[in-house]
T-cell receptor, first 112, second 113 residues
């Protein structure tokens, strides 16, 4: 079965600094990969997805992620963060059957 | 175009009771999945419904059951509630056939006393 490991439980960063949230996955078959964001008391909102094709994926709110098959990674990046990016971020993997497996989450805190 | 809607928003129950949570999928979606998100953790897959049948199930006991109606809406039932069932329960919908990401509702916060 597929699984996801988010390497950092918390990432503090100053406003306008770059950020990288790390995600590694495990699967014996080809996967689809996702990043979701969760604001307090809300559900999950899709940031971006990798289904196939270009390994560099651009999402909403200026986020992007790069799929690295050899390193089984799908790290999320943003060149300059804002206070409003403070939230919980979840990496997820699926093998195409709509059964998604989530990581434990990374809490991004952007400080002024 | 309404997204995924869940009801109720919050719920308080006591140990041993039973609870029913409801979900209406996004328009055009026919598949509903349920997740349990404990405090400080990622969502855990409970089960998925399509064509009114449970198609996949995660590692949850039989106390967790569900139903899907002809209009694609769904219910999650939990019997004999335990303190450990306290969590945010998320419903997600998607369209079967062509792979598309799941869309999530805002969840039902269930507290067990």
């Amino acid at each position: 079965a597929q699984s996801v490991t988010q390497l950092d439980s918390q990432v503090p960063v100053f406003e306008e600094a770059p950020v990288e949230l790390r995600c590694n996955y495990s699967s014996s078959v080809s996967v689809y990969l996702f990043w979701y964001v969760q604001y307090p008391n809300q559900g999950l909102q899709l940031l971006l997805k990798y289904l196939s094709g270009s390994t560099l994926v651009k999402g909403i709110n200026g986020f992007e992620a790069e799929f690295n098959k050899s390193q089984t990674s799908f790290h999320l990046r943003k060149p300059s963060v804002h206070i409003s990016d403070t939230a919980e971020y979840f990496c997820a993997v699926s093998v195409g059957n709509n059964d998604m497996r989530f990581g434990a989450g990374t809490r991004l805190t952007v400080k002024p | 175009d309404a997204g995924v809607t869940q009801s109720p928003t919050h719920l308080i129950k006591t140990r041993g009771q039973q609870v029913t949570l409801r979900c209406s999928p996004k328009s055009g979606h026919d598949t509903v999945s349920w997740y349990q998100q404990a405090l400080g953790q990622g969502p855990q897959f409970i089960f998925q419904y399509y064509e009114e049948e449970e198609r996949q199930r995660g590692n949850f006991p039989d106390r967790f059951s569900g139903h899907q109606f002809p209009n694609y809406s769904s219910e999650l039932n939990v019997n004999a509630l335990l303190l450990g069932d306290s969590a945010l329960y998320l419903c997600a919908s998607s369209q079967r056939g062509s792979f598309q990401p799941q869309h999530f509702g805002d969840g039902t916060r269930l507290s067990i006393l």
